[in-house]
């Protein structure tokens, strides 16, 4: 007799629910779920936290998906349940981590840039809430993610709150990098891992979806399916490309030139492509491996001859610490230059 599933959760989710439910009996007053961004934490979480404001959960413990508290949390106005996420992620269609909870689109404030941070006004806010009754007398549920959006102010307002819980209040915290949060935070919670899947159910998953080039998608997203979904139903394909063109082929001129037409690209973005880069010629160099470009596997192999392993190791250092700045260049134009020609160094 095979196992009951829940259609609300990813193929691979099915070992990660049983183990939760574990602390079904004893659930701490917070959970902090982590696990690389895009393997679907948001979908699962969503998922538990449904099922506990469910009035009738089956005995696998999942959401019944019939009663009143379930068609509330459906339709995104359940009374007992509130989610805290940075403004950013109002103004999308969640699909995945950061956002991979299926949620609806709402729209951005249009007079300003949404923030990309977890302000302490959203924890504050979560006063009024905890203080009333829960509309059936259950629990009170809020979701946080990603948790390390918070900002410093937000993060201590919302670790007094962590210290002091309210009652019959549950905390499901995100997070996409426990180095980024606070160790004091981190001490308040109980912290549960959500593993990336199986290489073979994640291509299987997106085949369903109806992606070409799985592997490929799959392989540049670091093996986090959602975000290989989303990154092949997205248009930047030909800005990844431009900037792979550049980076097999290096030099002075050309880092101009690419600067010059990425410059509208979120920096974020291509720094994060440009370290996945590094770790391939770096892996390559010291192991004969290549994890996310396996497609430029004879350029990283040209590259590699050229470069010393120590030189490797250093500029993804760099790329460690242009990456806590690249949400916020003084000139877009001008971090792209100075990072593709600090990478086109190597092969001097």
């Known amino acids: 007799m095979s196992t009951p599933t829940n259609s609300s959760l990813l193929p691979w989710q099915d070992e990660s629910w049983k183990q939760l439910q574990q602390l079904r009996e004893r659930l701490p007053h917070a959970l902090l779920f982590y696990g690389a961004q895009g393997t679907g934490k948001t979908v699962f979480v969503e998922a538990f936290a449904k099922s506990l404001l469910c009035e009738a959960p089956t005995p696998e413990a999942y959401a019944c998906g019939a009663c009143a508290s379930c068609n509330w949390f459906t339709q995104y106005n359940h009374p007992d349940y509130r989610r805290v996420r940075p403004e950013v992620l109002e103004d999308e269609i969640a699909s995945g981590d950061e956002g991979e909870g299926g949620e609806e689109k709402k729209s951005a404030k249009a007079s300003k840039t949404p923030s990309k941070e977890i302000k302490i006004d959203q924890i504050r806010a979560l006063a009024d809430f905890m203080n009333v009754s829960t509309h059936r007398s259950g629990l009170r549920v809020v979701m946080l993610y990603p948790a390390e959006a918070l900002n410093t102010a937000a993060a201590n307002a919302l670790l007094k709150t962590l210290e002091e819980p309210p009652p019959g209040t549950m905390f499901l915290l995100l997070s996409n990098r426990l180095d980024r949060l606070l160790p004091t935070i981190l001490s308040r919670c109980r912290k549960f891992a959500l593993p990336a899947p199986p290489k073979e159910a994640a291509l299987a998953w997106?085949?369903?979806?109806?992606?070409?080039?799985?592997?490929?998608?799959?392989?540049?997203?670091?093996?986090?399916?959602?975000?290989?979904?989303?990154?092949?139903?997205?248009?930047?394909?030909?800005?990844?490309?431009?900037?792979?063109?550049?980076?097999?082929?290096?030099?002075?001129?050309?880092?101009?030139?690419?600067?010059?037409?990425?410059?509208?690209?979120?920096?974020?973005?291509?720094?994060?492509?440009?370290?996945?880069?590094?770790?391939?010629?770096?892996?390559?160099?010291?192991?004969?491996?290549?994890?996310?470009?396996?497609?430029?596997?004879?350029e990283l192999g040209r590259l590699a001859e050229r470069a010393d392993v120590i030189a490797i190791s250093r500029a993804i250092k760099g790329m460690g610490e242009r990456r806590a700045i690249a949400d916020h260049p003084l000139s877009a134009k001008l971090f792209i230059e100075e990072m593709l020609i600090d990478y086109a160094s190597l092969f001097d």
């Open 206 to 298: 997106l085949k369903e979806q109806g992606v070409k080039d799985a592997d490929a998608w799959l392989a540049e997203q670091g093996g986090a399916p959602l975000a290989a979904l989303d990154a092949a139903q997205g248009d930047s394909r030909e800005v990844l490309d431009e900037l792979l063109r550049h980076l097999a082929q290096p030099g002075v001129d050309g880092a101009l030139r690419t600067a010059d037409k990425l410059q509208k690209v979120p920096v974020s973005d291509l720094v994060g492509w440009v370290q996945r880069w590094l770790y391939d010629l770096f892996s390559l160099k010291s192991a004969g491996h290549i994890r996310y470009y396996p497609r430029y596997a004879k």
